[in-house]
């Protein structure tokens, strides 16, 4: 696999190795050995999670603020811009975001550590989204923050459909005024 740090080195694209021909492809989508060695710790994944969205639809910026999550995110079918956004105030990248593209095609996987807010926007008529975790889902401690918040400048893509968000989505808070890591 082929491991590439983003502007802010600790999100990393990771690339599984993908063997195809005309009868269609195989990769290996996780090894713990690889994940660790690339990430340089041990991380136990202890929740597997799958969403279906439609084009527009828009999920995110979310956190837990305890019990947080680490996440290794793809998609299987479809395509989706990505995000994440340092949150964590004692880094020096602390309010900068990344984005990349994952698609069914280029097999792109995120890894979003914990102490980020992550989301992301549906680019493709729909997309099978699948993430694994590394706490359970905690909904006392979920945390958002607004998608569009002009203090984080997310250049998000155009699709041509105005961006569709949970009601919880639409409530959240402004990154100044947000709940975030030390």
């Known amino acids: 696999m082929k491991v590439t740090p983003t502007a802010i080195p600790d999100v990393l694209v990771i690339e599984p190795k993908v063997f195809g021909d005309a009868r269609g492809f195989f990769y290996e989508s996780f090894n713990g050995r690889a994940f660790d060695e690339a990430v340089g710790r041990h991380v136990d994944f202890v929740q597997d999670n799958h969403s279906r969205s439609v084009k527009g639809v828009l999920r995110g910026l979310h956190y837990q603020i305890q019990q947080p999550q680490g996440k290794l995110v793809r998609v299987v079918r479809g395509a989706v811009f990505d995000v994440a956004v340092d949150i964590r105030r004692s880094s020096p990248t602390f309010g900068q975001w990344v984005g990349v593209e994952l698609t ?79």
Request: charged share 20%; net charge negative; hydrophobic share 40%.
């Open 104 to 182: 069914e095609e280029n097999h792109k996987q995120l890894w979003v550590p914990e102490g980020f807010a992550h989301g992301f926007l549906v680019v493709s008529d729909s997309a099978d989204f699948l993430y694994k975790t590394t706490n359970y889902y905690a909904p006392t401690h979920e945390r958002a923050i607004l998608w569009n918040d002009p203090a984080l400048g997310i250049r998000w893509p155009e699709t041509g459909v105005a961006p569709q968000l949970s009601a919880k989505d639409r409530q959240a808070s402004m990154l100044e005024g947000a709940e975030l890591f030390p």
